[in-house]
């Protein structure tokens, strides 16, 4: 299958307008572009992903508990990349799966300068399936990872809060700053008490970036009224050359 994506970002002045950094402060930054790619595009792609991905629910151990994993995973990497610390999948190849490669494409065209290696899917399969708190902070993508998130199908909401840390002190953004953002309402982001909520849309682009993985966590709830399925693909780089790496924080 090839779709030929032509990478928007963003074919029309409103879609551009719509790219919203957020400053979490310290640092740490979001970015987020509601449709990074056309919408029927983006349904095409979720009924390839949906149907083609080989998905698994592993079994994941963690601090000497089981868990099954409350969504469907699938890895990919490049050759010869360390392998993850929290669990330990198996790689597969995207030149076996084109459509990966040209999602990364536009992204890496809405992401200058950024050079992904890795990709984790998700696929929750209605609202009972979630990510709980966590954050991406394997010692294997260095001490301030780009992630980016791209989303089809079923709108979810994505929550990231600021962690207790040794290194920063717990920090509230200001409502001055909330209030910098009068967009953010319409595109369905908000923040209450120093957490933000972002609803994210078929065909969107979510970015975290500097040290969002270190100073907070993120989740992706349950939600009783999500009735359809999303999929959820995160790229990463995995750096080469660092070794030893520690214990991410993953609870399942
Ligand atoms: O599904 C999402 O939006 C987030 C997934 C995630 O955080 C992860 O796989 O590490
Ligand atoms: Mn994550």
């Known amino acids: 299958m090839s779709l030929r994506l032509t990478t928007n970002p963003n074919p029309n002045p409103n879609e551009r307008e719509k790219r919203r950094t957020i400053d979490l402060g310290e ?16 349904w095409k792609l979720f009924d390839y992903l949906d149907k083609e991905i080989p998905w698994t629910r592993p079994l994941i151990h963690v601090y000497g508990r089981s868990c099954v994993q409350p969504r469907d995973t699938c890895y990919f990497a490049a050759e010869g990349l360390p392998e993850l610390q929290y669990y330990k999948p198996h790689a597969y190849s995207w030149d076996d ?3 990966l490669k040209e999602i990364l494409t536009a992204v890496h065209d809405a992401l200058p300068g950024s050079s992904f290696n890795s990709l984790l899917l998700n696929r929750y399969k209605n609202g009972s399936d979630y990510v709980a708190w966590h954050a991406d902070d394997e010692k294997v993508y260095g001490p301030t990872p780009e992630i980016a998130s791209i989303s089809f199908g079923c709108e979810r909401e994505f929550l990231l809060k600021k962690r207790p840390s040794k290194k920063t002190s717990q920090v509230q953004i200001p409502t001055s700053r909330r209030e910098e953002q009068p967009a953010t309402k319409r595109l369905k982001i908000s923040s209450q008490n120093g957490q933000h909520s972002f609803v994210l849309k078929h065909g969107s682009l979510l970015v975290m970036r500097g040290y969002t993985q270190r100073d907070w966590l993120h989740s992706v709830p349950k939600r009783v009224k999500a009735d359809a399925v999303r999929i959820n693909l995160t790229f990463r780089r995995v750096e080469i050359s660092i070794e030893n790496s520690k214990k991410p924080t993953f609870p399942c």
């Open 27 to 42: 640092g740490s930054e979001i970015i987020y572009v509601p449709r990074l790619l056309p919408y029927d595009e983006s």
């Open 97 to 99: 799966y084109p459509p």
